[in-house]
C-alpha cells in the first residue's frame, strides 16, 4: 500500500550520459557532487494494522553516502545512527512542498529500504507521519496519484 517515485526530483535523463553520475533503485549520485538515497515515509493507517508508504528520495552528506554504501550488504547495519537528510521528492497533492523537509534515514536490515523520519513540523505530511491516516484518506491519495488533474 503505497506510491514511490524512481528518481530524485533533481535528476535529468541527460545525467545517464555523465560519467559521474549514477541511478540505481536505490542509490543516486549526481555529477559526483548530490547524493541520494531511496527510503519509505511510513504512515500507519488508523483503526488497522496497515501502514502507508511514500517512496521517496533523501539527498545526503557525501560521508554519510559513503558510509551507507560501505554498510549497505552488511549485516547488522540496522545498529547505524540515522543519517541526516533533506526530502527530494516532490509529493504534489499536498498544499505545501515537501521538497526539502528535514529527514533522518534510519538504515533497517538488509534488504529493506530505510524508514524516512520527517521532522517533527506542522508540515500536512510530517503530521500524516506522525498521527496516521485513515482509509478514505488512502484512497483520496490512490485517486489523486493515480488519475491525476
Known sequence: ????????????????????????SDQCVIRGRHFFVRGLIEIPVIGSEDVFSWGVWVSLSKDNFARALELWNAEGREAEKPYFGWLSTELALYPESTTNLKTNAHTRPVGTRPFIELEPTDHPLAVEQRNGITHARVREIATAVLHPG
Do not use: K, R
Request: glycine share 8%.
Open 1 to 24: 500500500m503505497g506510491y514511490s517515485t524512481i528518481a530524485p526530483d533533481v535528476w535529468e535523463p541527460g545525467f545517464e550520459n555523465d560519467p559521474d553520475s549514477m541511478l540505481s
